[in-house]
């Protein structure tokens, strides 16, 4: 039976990130994507140029037709917006006992720009992030969850401990903000798990987040743990990056079907 896997999200004009980048790593991974966009926005790989919010109510409707039809077995959330989306999208996932949540605290474009207003920062922290199977903050979104900067490796360990003391779920710091080394930190259930990996010199990565939490969620669906699933996902996630595809005139956008051949 075909796994399906949901992604609750933005668009992405560009195709590199949010809803595109998910349904590209959904579908790559053979599994059955389904989407309830939260955002369209206008963008490329040099920035985002406009947002245009659905409403809480049209957002909550996507997600009435998705669980009373064919139900996810993983769902992923990425861009939420605003705090009404926030409280609608928590009060289905919990009338639906939705499984394998993957939250991607997604704050703020690679470009810079804003995707969470301000006064949304406090729903997604106290009512979002303890729905996660696992979360997955990079670099400054852990930072802002800790409440302290992160220089270090040491720095991850003591930020992941300290968001831990309020989510039940794992905690994934990405470390693809450093310049050397992009190892990410899982930490679940008292205990660290390290995922190595060497920087690769490609200054492509837009939708990197979005892809990994996308994997994630793809491997939960099959039956992994959560550990396991994070391995794959970085295996795949560096494959993506590794095949170098070079498009747009900014941070363009992963070669999400590096591993499918058709042809
Ligand atoms: N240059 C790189 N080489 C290898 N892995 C990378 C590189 N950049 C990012 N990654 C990996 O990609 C994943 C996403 O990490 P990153 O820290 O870039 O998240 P992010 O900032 O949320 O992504 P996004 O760019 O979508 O906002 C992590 O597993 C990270 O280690
Ligand atoms: C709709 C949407 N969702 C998420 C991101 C984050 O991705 P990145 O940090 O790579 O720009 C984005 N740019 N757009």
């Given at each position: 039976?075909?796994?399906?896997?949901?992604?609750?999200?933005?668009?992405?004009?560009?195709?590199?990130?949010?809803?595109?980048?998910?349904?590209?790593?959904?579908?790559?991974?053979?599994?059955?994507?389904?989407?309830?966009?939260?955002?369209?926005?206008?963008?490329?790989?040099?920035?985002?140029?406009?947002?245009?919010?659905?409403?809480?109510?049209?957002?909550?409707?996507?997600?009435?037709?998705?669980?009373?039809?064919?139900?996810p077995?993983?769902?992923?959330?990425?861009?939420?917006?605003?705090s009404?989306?926030?409280?609608?999208?928590?009060?289905?996932?919990?009338?639906?006992?939705?499984?394998?949540?993957?939250?991607?605290?997604?704050?703020?474009?690679?470009?810079?720009?804003?995707?969470?207003?301000?006064?949304?920062?406090?729903?997604?922290?106290?009512?979002?992030?303890?729905?996660?199977?696992?979360?997955?903050?990079n670099?400054p979104?852990?930072?802002?969850?800790?409440?302290?900067?992160?220089?270090?490796?040491?720095?991850?360990?003591?930020?992941?401990?300290k968001?831990?003391?309020?989510?039940?779920?794992?905690?994934?710091?990405?470390?693809?903000?450093?310049?050397?080394?992009?190892?990410?930190?899982?930490?679940?259930?008292?205990?660290?798990?390290?995922?190595?990996?060497?920087?690769?010199?490609?200054?492509?990565?837009?939708?990197?987040?979005?892809?990994?939490?996308?994997?994630?969620?793809?491997?939960?669906?099959?039956?992994?743990?959560?550990?396991?699933?994070?391995?794959?996902?970085?295996?795949?996630?560096?494959?993506?990056?590794?095949?170098?595809?070079?498009?747009?005139?900014?941070s363009?956008?992963?070669?999400h079907?590096?591993?499918?051949?058709?042809?």
């Amino acid at each position: 039976m075909i796994k399906k896997v949901l992604t609750i999200a933005g668009s992405d004009s560009s195709g590199g990130a949010g809803i595109q980048a998910d349904i590209k790593t959904i579908t790559c991974h053979k599994m059955y994507a389904m989407s309830a966009i939260t955002a369209l926005t206008a963008q490329n790989t040099t920035g985002v140029y406009g947002v245009q919010e659905a409403t809480p109510e049209f957002v909550g409707q996507q997600i009435d037709c998705i669980f009373n039809d064919i139900r996810p077995d993983a769902v992923k959330i990425g861009m939420v917006s605003s705090s009404k989306i926030i409280k609608v999208i928590v009060e289905k996932l919990k009338k639906y006992n939705a499984e394998s949540i993957v939250v991607d605290p997604v704050m703020v474009a690679t470009s810079g720009s804003p995707l969470l207003e301000k006064e949304a920062m406090s729903t997604l922290i106290n009512e979002l992030l303890p729905m996660g199977t696992v979360i997955t903050p990079n670099i400054p979104e852990a930072e802002i969850l800790c409440g302290f900067k992160i220089n270090e490796q040491d720095d991850m360990l003591r930020a992941a401990k300290k968001i831990a003391t309020s989510i039940k779920g794992g905690v994934l710091i990405k470390g693809g903000h450093f310049s050397n080394t992009a190892d990410d930190l899982l930490y679940i259930d008292g205990k660290e798990v390290w995922y190595k990996q060497e920087k690769i010199y490609n200054e492509n990565t837009h939708g990197t987040g979005c892809t990994l939490s996308s994997a994630i969620a793809c491997n939960l669906a099959d039956g992994y743990s959560i550990e396991d699933s994070i391995r794959n996902a970085k295996s795949y996630i560096t494959g993506a990056l590794k095949a170098g595809l070079n498009l747009g005139k900014g941070s363009g956008p992963l070669e999400h079907n590096y591993n499918i051949k058709i042809k």
